[in-house]
C-alpha cells in the first residue's frame, strides 16, 4: 500500500515537470514565432489587401457572406477582418489591423506543437514548431491581411483532432475536427481540396496503424470527408461567383516545376538541418520494407507514418495537373503546419535511431535545427508585398513572389500632397495605385484610373492643354509613362521622374 502511495507521488511529480517543461517550451516557441513576424506589421497596405479592405471588410461581418467579386474575397477571415475593423480606430496604421492575422499565427503554434507530439513525441513537436515558427515563408504570410496564414490554425487543429479520432473521448475530437475543417474550407475554397488530400492520408493512417481501434467501424472515418464539405456553406450566397470566378482567376505559373518550388521554398532556410529527416525517411522506408508485418504494431506505426507523408504530396501532384490551369503557389500555404510536421516527424525517427548508438545524437539534432532556425531568420529576405521584383520573377522562394522591401504608397501620398500644394493637377494610377492610395490616403486626395476615369475627360479637352490639366502619372516604371501618354494623347518626352520611390514612381510635366 505504501508503496503504490509513494509510486503514485513519484508519477504526479513527474506529470507536473512534463507539464510545466511543455509549457516553457511552447511559449519558447511562441516567442521564436514572434519575433520572427513581428517585422511585417510595419508593412504597409498592398494591394490585394486594399481591395480586401475596400470591398468586403468595410460593411459590416455579412458583406463577405453575401458579395463574391473575385478570390480575394477569403471569407470567413474577411468577415473577421471587418469585425477587427471596427474595433480599431481609422487614425492608426496598418500594423493594428496586422495584429489579427499575427494573433491567428501564434495561436497555431501550440495547436502544431500538440499535433506533432501526437503524431511521433515531443522530439517531433519540437522540430516541427521550431520550422514553422522560424521560416522565411511563414513569417511572411503571418501578418498578411488575407486568408492563407489564418488557415493554418485550422489545419494545425485538423491534424491534432483527426490523429485523436480513435481516443477513448473520439467524440469531442470528431467535433473539433469537423469545426476546424469547416472554418479553414471557409477561409478559402481550395482548401476543401487539400482538406481532402489530407483526410485520404489520415483516413490510411488509421487504418494501418489501428486497424482493431477505429471506432464506430470503418464509416466512422468518413467524418474526416464530411467535415471539410461542410464549409462550402459559406458560400451559398455567392456559389455562382465562386465557380465563375475559379474558372477565370489562376496563375500562369509553370505547372511542372510548382511542387519542386513549394518544396524548394519551404526547406531552404533548414538547409543545414535537411540530411537529418532526410535521413529518417531513408530509416522508415527501410523498417518498412523488411519489418513490416500487420501483426507487429510498430511495423505497422512505420508504414502508416509513411502512407502519412507521402500521400499529400503525391495528392498535391494530382491537384496540380487535374486543374485546366495550375494554382498560385500561394494556396499550398495553408499547409505548412502540417507539411513541417511530417518533416519532424521524419528527424525524430533519424534522431530516436542515432540516440540509440551515441547518447550525444539527440542534442546535437537539437543544437544543429536551432543553429538552422536563427540562420533562417537573420537571412529573412523579405518585407514589403509584391509579386514585382524588379523585372525578374523569383519563382523559388516563395516569399519573393508577394514582397519587396521597397513598396512604400506612404511616400508616394507626401509627395502627391506636395505636388498639389504647389499646384493642383489630376492624379491617374491603375487599378493597383488606385487601391492602395484610396487606403492610405484616406480621402485626402483624388486618384483617377488612367483609361476609365481620366481619358473620358482627355477626349473632351482642347489642345494644346492647359499646365494643370496635364496629370501626375503614378507607375512602375517609364514604359507605362510612354503607354498612358499614347492613350492619352500626350508628350512622354515633356514628362520627368519626380520621385522614385521604389515600387511606385512618381512623374510629372515640370
Known amino acids: 500500500m505504501m508503496y503504490s502511495s509513494l509510486n503514485s507521488g513519484f508519477l504526479d511529480t513527474l506529470a507536473r515537470v512534463y507539464h510545466r517543461q511543455t509549457i516553457a517550451i511552447v511559449v519558447a516557441l511562441i516567442g521564436v514565432a514572434l519575433i520572427n513576424a513581428w517585422p511585417g506589421l510595419s508593412d504597409e497596405i498592398w494591394v490585394d489587401e486594399a481591395f480586401t479592405l475596400e470591398n468586403y471588410a468595410n460593411a459590416g461581418m455579412w458583406r463577405p457572406f453575401v458579395t463574391y467579386l473575385n478570390p480575394n474575397n477569403h471569407v470567413l477571415f474577411s468577415a473577421l477582418l471587418a469585425g477587427w475593423r471596427q474595433l480599431i480606430p481609422d487614425s492608426v496604421d496598418a500594423g493594428w489591423l496586422r495584429t489579427l492575422p499575427l494573433l491567428i499565427f501564434l495561436l497555431t503554434i501550440p495547436a502544431t506543437y500538440f499535433a506533432a507530439r501526437r503524431l511521433n513525441g515531443p522530439l517531433c513537436a519540437f522540430i516541427a514548431c521550431l520550422m514553422f515558427a522560424s521560416s522565411s515563408v511563414t513569417a511572411n504570410h503571418a501578418t498578411q491581411l488575407r486568408g492563407y496564414g489564418p488557415s493554418w490554425l485550422p489545419f494545425a487543429l485538423m491534424l491534432w483532432s483527426a490523429l485523436n479520432i480513435n481516443a477513448v473521448s473520439?467524440?469531442?475530437?470528431?467535433?473539433?475536427?469537423?469545426?476546424s475543417s469547416a472554418a479553414a474550407?471557409?477561409?478559402?475554397?481550395?482548401?476543401?481540396?487539400?482538406?481532402?488530400?489530407?483526410?485520404?492520408?489520415?483516413?490510411?493512417?488509421?487504418?494501418?496503424?489501428t486497424p482493431h481501434q477505429i471506432r464506430d467501424g470503418k464509416w466512422g472515418m468518413l467524418v474526416l470527408f464530411a467535415g471539410p464539405c461542410c464549409g462550402l456553406l459559406a458560400y451559398v450566397f455567392v456559389w455562382g461567383n465562386l465557380v465563375t470566378a475559379a474558372n477565370i482567376d489562376w496563375s500562369?505559373?509553370?505547372?511542372?516545376?510548382l511542387f519542386g518550388q513549394w518544396i524548394t521554398?519551404?526547406?531552404?532556410?533548414?538547409?543545414?538541418?535537411?540530411?537529418?529527416?532526410?535521413?529518417?525517411?531513408g530509416i522508415a522506408l527501410w523498417l518498412a520494407r523488411t519489418q513490416f508485418k500487420l501483426t507487429d504494431?510498430?511495423?505497422r506505426r512505420v508504414a502508416a507514418q509513411l502512407l502519412l507523408a507521402l500521400l499529400p504530396p503525391l495528392g498535391l501532384v494530382v491537384?496540380?495537373?487535374?486543374?485546366?490551369?495550375?494554382?498560385?503557389?500561394?494556396?499550398?500555404?495553408?499547409?505548412?503546419p502540417v507539411w513541417y510536421c511530417l518533416i519532424g516527424m521524419f528527424a525524430g525517427i533519424a534522431i530516436n535511431a542515432l540516440s540509440r548508438r551515441w547518447r550525444v545524437a539527440t542534442g546535437a539534432a537539437l543544437v544543429l535545427a536551432v543553429a538552422s532556425a536563427v540562420h533562417g531568420m537573420r537571412q529573412q529576405p523579405c518585407g514589403g508585398l509584391s509579386p514585382r521584383q524588379e523585372g525578374v520573377q523569383h519563382q523559388i522562394d516563395l516569399c519573393y513572389q508577394f514582397f519587396r522591401h521597397d513598396f512604400h504608397p506612404s511616400r508616394v501620398l507626401a509627395t502627391l500632397l506636395r505636388l498639389q500644394a504647389q499646384e493642383a493637377r489630376p492624379i491617374i494610377a491603375d487599378y493597383d495605385g488606385i487601391r492602395t492610395l484610396?487606403?492610405?490616403?484616406?480621402?485626402?486626395?483624388?486618384?483617377m484610373h488612367y483609361g476609365e476615369q481620366f481619358a473620358p475627360i482627355r477626349a473632351r479637352m482642347r489642345s494644346p492643354l492647359a499646365h494643370t490639366d496635364y496629370p501626375i502619372m503614378v507607375v512602375y516604371d517609364h514604359q507605362q509613362v510612354v503607354d498612358w501618354a499614347k492613350l492619352l494623347s500626350l508628350d512622354a518626352d515633356e514628362y520627368r521622374l519626380v520621385e522614385d520611390t521604389g515600387y511606385y514612381k512618381i512623374y510629372s510635366r515640370p
Open 170 to 179: 473520439s467524440k469531442k475530437w470528431r467535433v473539433l475536427y469537423v469545426f
Open 319 to 336: 491537384f496540380i495537373y487535374a486543374l485546366p490551369k495550375p494554382p498560385f503557389p500561394r494556396t499550398f500555404v495553408p499547409l505548412l
Open 265 to 281: 521554398a519551404t526547406l531552404v532556410d533548414f538547409i543545414w538541418f535537411l540530411p537529418i529527416p532526410a535521413a529518417g525517411l
Open 297 to 299: 504494431a510498430s511495423g
Open 185 to 209: 474550407v471557409a477561409i478559402l475554397p481550395s482548401n476543401l481540396f487539400l482538406a481532402l488530400i489530407l483526410a485520404t492520408a489520415l483516413t490510411a493512417y488509421h487504418l494501418v496503424n
Open 438 to 447: 484610396r487606403i492610405v490616403a484616406k480621402g485626402k486626395i483624388n486618384v
Open 252 to 257: 500562369g505559373w509553370n505547372r511542372n516545376r
